[in-house]
Nanobody, 118 residues
Framework: VQLEESGGGLAQAGGSLTLSCAARGSAFSIKAMGWYRQAPGKERELVAAISRGGRKYYVSSVQGRFAISRDNTKNTLYLQMGSLKPEDTAMYYC?????????????RGKGTLVTVSS
């Protein structure tokens, strides 16, 4: 499975960005998908995840601001990010797994950088 992110860039605080992730290869085997992020000097964290059936998870810091969705017909994952804050600045990685266990997302993309200016 290959994952390719797009949509990162520079945004102002309070603004919005939408990330996309296209899954290729054995995409039929994918169940849960999600987004991790890692900021400089910080640990990687699971930001949001979604099962194949639509069950969702959000880390508390993005609850109400970010929305995860997927189009199973296109093997594509999305992350709509709103009310962005400078602390959302990080490298965002798409991830996927062959089960619906959100912490078993073994496949990772190369990442896309999101920078939020104050």
């Amino acid at each position: 499975v290959q994952l390719e992110e797009s949509g990162g860039g520079l945004a102002q605080a309070g603004g919005s960005l939408t990330l996309s992730c296209a899954a290729r290869g054995s995409a039929f085997s994918i169940k849960a998908m999600g987004w991790y992020r890692q900021a400089p000097g910080k640990e990687r964290e699971l930001v949001a995840a979604i099962s194949r059936g639509g069950r969702k998870y959000y880390v508390s810091s993005v609850q109400g601001r970010f929305a995860i969705s997927r189009d199973n017909t296109k093997n594509t994952l999305y992350l709509q990010m709103g009310s962005l804050k400078p602390e959302d600045t990080a490298m965002y990685y798409c991830a996927a797994g062959q089960s619906d266990y959100f912490y078993g997302l073994d496949y990772r993309g190369k990442g896309t950088l999101v920078t939020v200016s104050s």
